[in-house]
């Protein structure tokens, strides 16, 4: 497991992370997802695959060390993170 990572792989997920921005309807549908499946199934397959990106992104993010947490003000309403 201690492969080095070849640099066009690091640079790929060092740019996808870098352009992860936090979205209040992603996390949203993240939340259904857990709390809600049946609601969350009734999604449409772009927003899934919306969210696979997000999530996949966020995670990236993450482990370079960036801030995924909600912004002040996310959850209070209108603010996706645009």
């Known amino acids: 497991m201690g492969e080095e990572m070849n640099p066009h792989e690091k640079r790929r997920r060092e740019s996808i992370a870098k352009t992860w921005r936090y979205s209040e309807a992603m996390e949203r549908a993240i939340e259904l997802r857990e709390k ?47």
């Not at 009734?42 to 927003?47: E, K, M």
């Open 36 to 82: 809600e499946p049946a609601k969350f199934d009734s999604l449409s397959a772009s927003t899934k695959l919306s969210l696979g990106h997000y999530e996949e992104s966020r995670r990236l993010a993450r482990e370079l060390g960036i801030d995924t947490s909600a912004p002040a003000g996310a959850g209070k309403g209108g603010n996706d993170g645009r």
